[in-house]
């Protein structure tokens, strides 16, 4: 871990403060905002612990682009190839941007607030300045903001609990992937059933930046009955669990079929969007590589800065983008996009470690069992 | 500084491999990439060093969003409100990018390569996706790609020498803002007489990642009689400097007027472009506050991560977003947006820092003599 210099660029969130409180070492930087991803614990502390109990995490970095207006949900459903109309006020859905050539530009979740009005949770890139250009060059009536939202995550199998404890039994109806309104400090805060781990939990979109220490604390001290602990998306967990990152194992050069959402895609012609021609060819045609786990053996890898090669013999069939030792499976585990002939679970491959190392392992299915 | 965890996202550059051999310690991170920030001299070493030699630099990030077609020119005018018609090929122009409200998007130089090809060589915002957007949206007949260049910045009094014995003497020729094409390793390469520093100097933006280490390797050991040391963008120059960060002193909060750079809008109607009624209408009314020097007294200052209030009396009349100790001046120097009220130089001031201290201070013209 090498050194982040600090600066306004590099904005601050909420909740920035409490993490330094609580003993943050490392951040990541997404959308132009710190991402704690380090404390005193180890990853692997942090797994167990996020398997048996609630953490706290500050995923202020899903930024939210709002889009209001009489044109709020054409210029929606224009971005993604996923049918937008089906969407009710109080869903998420899950939505893949993509450009012309089918290339993913973010993978947000949309919280579909009211029939003109929608927020998309954004991965790391500036979707906000790309529906800006195209309600501009469509002359499309819409207004495009980032509002002042700052999700806090509670993950874990005690955060139904810990959070019905604060906000009253009623959370408990909230469904998968969908929302509904808590009061906190007289204000209504918008609570869904989501987040960036396969342990259960929710996540807080907080309106009001200043609501921010206080929303922190409350959790906190109403969950230390339940082992609660500050911690972050967990690189183990998500890797197992088959949840992906935008720009590692996704880019623009990847298509949505290619990471599994093809069942996100509408290809018959019924709905048009940026990019349709080249997703229906995808879709006729079928995928080259499509993204997998992969699981190798040896000492614990190294932090994956650089894609590591994925090879059968001398042939290099895929690059594994995100990878970690599992100290569950007592292996390292990493994701990778594996070419057509090779993706078949159990196909035995190696891994090119930047140290020279090569590694034996197979191809698994996601997620890792 | 807190520490930077790596992964695929924040992506390397073809000179990465080279500053962490030359002993990189710290990192920021801008349009998802690496950019070196810290080395194992201190900033005060680096700016003398910087004032009296020559240094090279990963400027990688400044990634070029490369615009090409018959429409390019026009999307591209569209963008800014300066007159790019007046631009030549081998001209490199500063561009304000400005949203419908005449705010700031980026803030890049536009290189024009031809009449139907345009590099924008760009701060921290995703301008490709906006510009892709706009394009989309209107239906432009335009072609928008990151193309493998990235750029090497030589900075410093000896940069003109140093590069004149490795590329001829034809290099002293190029004018400021200017662009030419060396020969490298048999590849035309651009270099232009620019860069992020007041001490003179050139970039080279290198078309092809696999050259880049050879490119570096050439320089640096050419550039040992010049007592060449590898640096990064130094804050202190810059900010006595008055070259301003995207992100840090102006957002999309600010307009172009607001950081002086007026000159560069036409206002006259005699060109369209997004935002022009808002700009119109600024420049009839006037800002209401304007870029500043600030000098202010007590201890060397901390970092800024979050701009500290400049006040007189009890009203805040501006934000430091940049400040830092200047070892030549023996005061702290800062950038602040300055309410017109009080921008005239040697207006008495005071700036409230995050350890609550209280420095006593005044307003000054940029650059800080």
């Known amino acids: 871990m090498d050194g982040l210099n600090m600066s306004r660029r590099i904005r601050r969130t909420p909740y920035t403060g409490k993490v330094e409180e609580a003993g943050v070492r490392g951040f990541s930087v997404v959308n132009h905002m710190l991402l704690p991803k380090a404390f005193g614990t180890t990853v692997e502390e942090d797994y167990w612990h996020l398997r048996k109990y609630v953490q706290i995490w500050d995923v202020s970095v899903q930024r939210q682009v709002q889009i209001t207006g009489p044109d709020a949900a054409a210029l929606v459903q224009w971005m993604t190839p ?50 800006m250009g195209l309600a501009l ?8 903001t980032e509002p002042d939202v700052n999700t806090l995550a509670i993950q874990g199998p005690k955060a139904e609990d810990l959070l019905a404890s604060v906000f009253g039994n009623d959370i408990r109806n909230i469904g998968f992937f969908k929302y509904n309104w808590i009061e906190f400090q007289g204000t209504q805060q918008l609570m869904a059933r989501s987040g960036y781990s396969r342990q259960g939990g929710f996540e807080i979109y907080l ?17 230390l009955p339940f082992n609660i ?9 998500r890797i197992e669990g088959g949840l992906f990152s935008y720009g590692n194992e996704m880019t623009r050069e990847n298509n949505p079929f290619e990471i599994g959402h093809g069942k996100f895609c509408v290809t018959d012609g019924s709905i048009d969007y940026i990019g349709r021609a080249a997703l229906q060819k995808i879709a006729a045609e079928g995928v080259t590589r499509e993204i997998r786990g992969v699981v190798f053996g040896g000492d614990p890898c190294p932090t994956c800065a650089k894609p590591w090669p994925v090879l059968v013999g001398d042939l290099q069939i895929g690059q594994i983008t995100s990878g970690i030792w599992s100290p569950r499976l007592k292996k390292n585990i990493g994701q990778s996009m594996i070419d057509r002939n090779f993706w078949e679970a159990g196909q035995a491959i190696k891994v090119a470690l930047p140290d020279g190392s090569i590694r034996q392992g197979n191809v698994t299915a996601l997620p890792i069992s």
């Open 82 to 131: 996923r049918n937008i109309s089906k969407a009710k006020v109080g869903d998420c859905f899950y939505i893949p941007i993509i450009d012309a050539n089918g290339g993913m530009i973010n993978d947000p979740v949309m919280l579909k607030l009211a029939e003109d009005q929608f927020w998309l949770s954004i991965a790391d890139s500036d979707l906000l300045l790309y529906a």
């Open 137 to 144: 060059g469509r002359g499309m009536d819409v207004e495009i």
């Open 207 to 223: 309106n009001g930046s200043h609501l921010g220490p206080e929303l922190w604390d409350t959790i906190w001290e109403a969950g």
């Open 229 to 237: 602990s500050v911690g972050c998306p967990n690189l183990i967990e």
